[in-house]
């Protein structure tokens, strides 16, 4: 079973030194450990940055701050049921 809260942490880490605010997801790879193929990882849970990408919308850009594009990015993934 995913651990939501874990997976939150992992996503904050990894997007908390994007520059702020952002209007596109290319802005956020920089601020990736290990760029496009950083991973993210909780209980049977397991995707890449590229494939939250493709799973998801992609989110609906301008984000202020790291915890409202974490919270979009949890929510889109509870609603494809990934979560």
Known sequence: M???AHLRE?????FEDADYPVS???ELV???PNGPGTRFESGE???TVMELNAKTSGGDFPYDDVESFVDALIEELQ???EL
Request: no cysteine; proline share 10%; charged share 20%.
């Open 30 to 32: 920089p601020a990736l």
């Open 79 to 81: 609603e494809q049921g």
């Open 10 to 14: 992992q996503l904050t880490e990894a």
């Open 45 to 47: 849970f397991s995707m």
């Open 24 to 26: 596109g997801p290319m």
């Open 2 to 4: 995913t651990d939501e």
